[in-house]
């Protein structure tokens, strides 16, 4: 299965966010590149009550 991602993400030289959508990234603000490393965790949905409140 292939997975796509769009991540903002803030660049670690001028502190500029910009979207990023491969594992290698270049800042087009300042140029600087590196390699995401990433770390997928998939975590189930919580469940959530139902409150209602009474009107007295």
Known sequence: ????????IKCP????YYIVE???AQ???CGTR????LHIQLVPKQ???????KLS
Do not use: E
């Open 22 to 24: 491969t594992r290698d």
């Open 13 to 16: 030289n001028c502190r500029r």
């Open 1 to 8: 299965m292939i997975a796509k991602f769009q991540l903002q």
């Open 34 to 37: 590196y390699t995401l490393q």
């Open 47 to 53: 469940k959530t009550k139902n409150v209602s409140q």
């Open 27 to 29: 800042c087009p603000h």
